[in-house]
């Protein structure tokens, strides 16, 4: 079922026909009310009684706002135009909201791809695209479109690691936009029924549960040290390889391979050390 205008007319010219069928209506019964003779009395009771009940046909409009009109209970179209509007008195009316709306699920604890335990919590800004599809599609489409939301998010938590192992994979941490992407992208699938686009679904939340948290803590520090160990010893070689070639081209000192080697252990141990180094000075002869 998709969305179609429905019929209404501008309420403010309305409003002036109702006001001119009740003075006459008025003007018909007065006469019998003060007892003089009026046949047509009943014509005037019967014209108040039609003019009354044409009141019931007016409703408001508000900006971003649609109202979904039933006639006995058959979809008689939706009303966007913006403020009084008159309808079909026989026409039930619903108002539905257009605007853009966000909500924050709650912290679901979903196991990543790697079966690790996490805790993961979104942000979804959608809003009504089609209010025949939201009205009739779907029982009440804001429970629907909360309840979806966590099932796609549940859904794409279990297809990524929490951290990258991987250059090439993304990873729930690293990755963001990629995430987010297909986060929006799971719940449009599954919302596209009830008649919602989704405006931007992003991760508000990610850690991991407190069951493995420590260890996951050590596990990432140990990560990180390792990381900065190789930085420096890449960076202690190249220096040692630049003393080295120093020393030879200029012709400083000439020493054997067992003296390049104690030299090059001892410039490691300065370079590589977490410490300051002290030295002991040499001021004797070279061997």
Known sequence: MNERH????????????????????????LPAAQGQP???????VILLAIDGFMLK????????????????????????????RWT?????RR????????????????NDNDGNPIEIGAVVVWQVLDTAEAVFCVDDYENFVHIQSESALRQMA????YDAHDDGKPSLRSHGDVINSHLRDEIQTRLGK????????????????????QAMLQRQQAGAI?????????????????????????????????RKAAMVSNLLVVLCGERGSQPVLNTGTLY
């Not at 429905?6 to 019964?29: K, T």
């Not at 079909?88 to 039930?92: D, G, L, Y």
């Not at 279990?158 to 690691?161: A, E, I, L, R, V």
Request: glycine share 10%; net charge neutral; hydrophobic share 50%.
């Open 6 to 29: 429905g019929f209404s007319v501008a309420g403010i010219p309305f409003i002036g026909l109702c006001i001119v069928l009740a003075a006459i209506g008025i003007a018909l019964v």
């Open 38 to 44: 009026a046949p047509p009395a009943i014509a005037g």
């Open 88 to 92: 079909n008195p026989f026409c039930s």
């Open 226 to 258: 390792i990381a900065a160990r190789t930085k420096i010893v890449e960076g202690a070689v190249s220096m040692v390889e630049m003393a080295l070639d120093q020393l030879n081209r200029r012709g400083v000192v000439s020493l054997d391979e067992e």
């Open 158 to 161: 279990q297809s990524y690691p």
């Open 95 to 110: 108002r539905i909201s257009l605007r853009v709306r966000n909500f924050e699920s709650g912290k679901l604890k979903v």
């Open 194 to 213: 009830a008649g919602v686009q989704v405006v931007e679904a992003r991760i508000s939340h990610l850690a991991y549960a407190q069951e493995i948290a």
């Open 57 to 84: 046909g007016f409703f408001q409009v508000a900006p971003n706002e649609g109202q979904v009109l039933q006639l006995f209970g058959k979809y008689a179209g939706t009303v966007r135009h913006e403020g009084l």
